[in-house]
Each structure stands twice: as structure tokens, then as C-alpha cells.
């Protein structure tokens, strides 16, 4: 029988693995950029015209209609309308609505997805095309380990250039999952992918375990091609409402208490075979 440092030496050495998860339409309902148009507006980065666009594009994303080329030109109108913004404004105005605007429309499925991979002991990875200052707020409210969003270039004076440094977008993302997969030690085999869109195909090729949710026709037929799992998610819900208990035990807690758990069970099994062979030779 293994001894217990023994086992605990094979846990340690088992390759990491991680759920990669799309942001937009996959965790929540709807364009995480868009959806802080009207904040923004009121903050005074945007005019009400800019804020009637971006509803429209709001729309025509939720309808599924945004192809490629559609993203391609909300990415370049996107870039234009925050040039001049400056960075630590849009922060303060996404941490001020976030819980407003956010927490009610993340998918209660995608919640319980993402606690299930923590509890089995995955990083959770948010893997978005949206900008760095709205993902990694929602990254954190989720709970995520790791995010991987758009970067804007910022000038000298602290305000976006309208430029962008890095764009998490269709082979880019898969780009991003292997790069994090050889710096974490994560193996993609053993890994899983979230997401809606067609354009993340190569994401979801680049892991072992690939799931469409609420996919796109082309990510429908593609997943149906490659019987690829599809979920769909339909349930917004506050976390609040999912987790009315704030007492309960933190993430590192839980694992903690699981790996004492684990080391008892252990000994216990140890002591029970040893005292079996005992008063199997006293016989």
C-alpha cells in the first residue's frame, strides 16, 4: 500500500489543468463592453449618440448576427470612441456599477460550472475579446484565477491612445490558452473551453474537453460536426441569490480542508490494514 507522503508526492505531480471560459453571452448574458454604454455616458465619456449606437450593436450581438467582419468594425469603433478616455476614470466607473450592471445577468449555469472546476481543483481562466479594465473586475467577482482580455495602448498622460497593445481575438485566444498551458504547467489534454462563438473555434480545438453554450449557427454546426458537447445557458441569476451565505469558507479554505480531509482518510486506511494484518498473525 502507497504510504501517505507517497501519495501526497503523486498529487502534487499530476499535471496542472485549468477551464478556459469565453466571457461574452457564455458566463454573462450580454456584451460585457456595452453593457456600461449608459454608465459611461453618464460619466461623461460618451455622448448620447455613441450611447444609441452602442445599444444597436448591443442588439445585433444578442441576435446573433455579429460575424466576423461586424466584430471587426466594432472593435475599430469601439477603439476610436475611447480614445482620450482616461484609464483610472473608466476603472472607477466600472468598479461603481459593476454589482449593478454585472452580477444580475451572470449565467447561474456558468456559475456552478465554475465552482465545480475550482472544487475538482482547475484554475479558472476568463478569455475575453473585451478590454482588461472590465474584465478583470468581473474576473475577480467571479471568482477567476487568471484573466486574459484586450489591452488599449496608454499615453503619458493616462488616457487610451486608441491604439490597441494586444487583441484576445479568434487564434489569438488559442494563442494565449498554449502560452498559459506551458507557463502553468497546465495540460491541455486534460483541460476545458467555454464559449458561444464561431470565432473561438480555435480555442476550443486547442483543449481536450470543448463545449459550445449557446452557440452561434456556425458554432452549432461546427460543434455538431466534432460532436462537440453544446449546454445552454438561459438562467441569470445574482450571486447573491446563488450564495446567500457571505460566512461561508473561502476558496483556499475549502481546498485546505479538503486536503486534511484527504490525509485522514489516508491514515485512517493505513491503520485499519496494518491492524488487520495484526490480528490476522496473532491468530
Known amino acids: 500500500m502507497l504510504?501517505?507522503?507517497?501519495?501526497q508526492s503523486l498529487t502534487h505531480s499530476m499535471p496542472r489543468t485549468a477551464a478556459f471560459f469565453d466571457l461574452d453571452k457564455t458566463v454573462i448574458a450580454k456584451s460585457s463592453t456595452l453593457t456600461f454604454s449608459k454608465s459611461f455616458y453618464q460619466g461623461g465619456l460618451i455622448n448620447r449618440r455613441a450611447v444609441l449606437r452602442t445599444a444597436y450593436a448591443q442588439f445585433v450581438f444578442l441576435a446573433g448576427g455579429a460575424d466576423h467582419d461586424q466584430m471587426e468594425r466594432m472593435r475599430a469603433y469601439l477603439s476610436a470612441l475611447c480614445r482620450g478616455w482616461n484609464v483610472e476614470q473608466v476603472k472607477e466607473i466600472v468598479a461603481e456599477t459593476l454589482h449593478d450592471l454585472i452580477d444580475p445577468i451572470i449565467y447561474d449555469e456558468a456559475a456552478s460550472l465554475i465552482e465545480e472546476h475550482h472544487a475538482a481543483g482547475r484554475d479558472v481562466v476568463i478569455v475575453s475579446t473585451s478590454g482588461a479594465e472590465v474584465v478583470e473586475p468581473i474576473g475577480e467577482l467571479l471568482g477567476a484565477d487568471r484573466v486574459v482580455a484586450t489591452r488599449m495602448v496608454v499615453g503619458a498622460d493616462g488616457c487610451f491612445t486608441g491604439e490597441v497593445e494586444y487583441y484576445a481575438y479568434g487564434p489569438t485566444k488559442a494563442e494565449a490558452v498554449k502560452d498559459l498551458a506551458r507557463s502553468e504547467g497546465y495540460d491541455l489534454a486534460r483541460c476545458y473551453a467555454y464559449s458561444d462563438s464561431a470565432t473561438d473555434v480555435p480555442m476550443l480545438s486547442s483543449v481536450g474537453h470543448p463545449y459550445a453554450v449557446n452557440p452561434d449557427r456556425a458554432l452549432r454546426r461546427e460543434a455538431l460536426t466534432r460532436a462537440w458537447p453544446i449546454l445552454d445557458f438561459h438562467k441569470p441569476v445574482r450571486l447573491k441569490q446563488r450564495?446567500?451565505?457571505?460566512?461561508?469558507?473561502?476558496?483556499?479554505?475549502?481546498?485546505?480542508?479538503?486536503?486534511?480531509?484527504?490525509?485522514?482518510?489516508?491514515?485512517?486506511?493505513?491503520?485499519?490494514?496494518?491492524?488487520?494484518?495484526?490480528?490476522?498473525a496473532s491468530r
Not at 253 to 280: F, I
Open 3 to 7: 504510504k501517505l507522503v507517497e501519495i
Open 243 to 280: 450564495l446567500p451565505d457571505f460566512s461561508a469558507p473561502s476558496r483556499p479554505a475549502l481546498v485546505a480542508a479538503a486536503a486534511v480531509g484527504a490525509a485522514a482518510a489516508t491514515a485512517g486506511l493505513v491503520w485499519y490494514a496494518s491492524r488487520r494484518r495484526a490480528l490476522t
